[in-house]
């Protein structure tokens, strides 16, 4: 595989977000170029990209919440202010996960890998808490006669079952959390439901501010 890099998302680049967004989920309707916009405008060193030589292969988009006004129950829609980020709040401690995606014929090469990588940078360098998800479960809907999404989710946890998205966060060092229902209602794989995961930043020290550098090295 030709080496990818990754660094902060630019206006030109979401022509070609939105083509490889449709080849990441050919069953949704695609992002509205607009809401790609705002998300750049409202938290632009939260939006990052993975490419290589022969263009992009990955995107992660962020936002900072709040974290104790989402806790107990959110959709995908409400918590990103229908993908526009209006939730996002500099108050918060909280780098919430509103998108990872990566080119299909590039997965399990490394490249969520960088991005999470990408992540976490952002986190320290910003001196976030943490970063928080609700991830897919797409390989639910299979199971999804013969048991709840909590039970699905919790045999993934112990090593008796396999999800191509959860397992994944668990390898980047998240602890699962629980299940939130109706998160995207669409997703049919996952029957609406998702993981709700955390990462705890190590370097988190509570008696220093939120810091915001216009450029942050990835
Ligand atoms: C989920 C996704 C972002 C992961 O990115 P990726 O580039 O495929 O993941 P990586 O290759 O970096 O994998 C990182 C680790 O997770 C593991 N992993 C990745 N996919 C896995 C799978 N399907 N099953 C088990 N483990 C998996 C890898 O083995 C790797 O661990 P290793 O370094 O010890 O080998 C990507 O598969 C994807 O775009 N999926 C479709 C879109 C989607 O559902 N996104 C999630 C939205 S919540």
Same mark, same amino acid.
């Given at each position: @595989? &030709?080496?990818?890099?990754?660094? $902060?998302? %630019? ?9 490889? +967004? *449709? ?15 705002? +998300?750049?405008?409202?938290?632009? +060193?939260?939006?990052?990209?993975? !490419?290589?030589?022969? /263009? ?14 989402? *806790?107990?129950? $959110?959709?995908? &829609? =409400? ?5 526009? #980020?209006?939730? $996002?709040?500099? !108050? ?8 990872? #995606? ?7 090469? /490394? ?5 999470? !990588?990408?992540? %976490?940078?952002?986190?320290?360098? @910003? ?22 999404? !909590?039970?699905?989710?919790? &045999? ?17 060092? #998240?602890?699962?959390?629980?299940? @939130? ?6 997703? $049919? ?18 008696? %220093?501010?939120?810091?915001?550098? =216009?450029?942050?090295?990835?």
């Amino acid at each position: @595989m &030709k080496r990818p890099w990754v660094r $902060h998302t %630019r206006a030109e680049d979401i022509a070609n977000l939105i083509a490889l +967004q *449709a080849r990441v989920y050919p069953s949704i309707p695609p992002w509205n170029p607009r809401r790609l916009q705002e +998300q750049l405008e409202v938290f632009p +060193q939260g939006q990052i990209v993975a !490419e290589n030589e022969d /263009g992009l292969v990955g995107c992660a988009s962020s936002l900072i919440v709040l974290w104790d006004d989402w *806790a107990e129950a $959110h959709s995908w &829609k =409400e918590i990103t202010g229908a993908g526009t #980020f209006d939730n $996002h709040n500099l !108050e918060g401690r909280t780098l919430y996960g509103a998108e990872i #995606f990566v080119d299909p014929n590039l997965q399990g090469q /490394g490249v969520g890998h960088l991005l999470y !990588e990408g992540r %976490r940078t952002l986190c320290r360098v @910003m001196n976030l808490k943490r970063i928080i998800a609700c991830g897919r479960l797409p390989g639910y809907d299979a199971y999804a006669s013969q048991m709840s999404a !909590e039970l699905y989710a919790q &045999k993934v946890v112990w090593g008796d079952l396999t999800d191509p998205v959860l397992n994944f966060q668990l390898k980047e060092g #998240f602890s699962y959390c629980g299940v @939130m229902e109706g998160y995207i209602p669409e997703d $049919h794989d996952s029957r609406g439901n998702a993981s709700l995961i955390v990462w705890l930043n190590p370097e988190y020290d509570p008696a %220093r501010p939120t810091t915001i550098p =216009e450029n942050i090295v990835l």
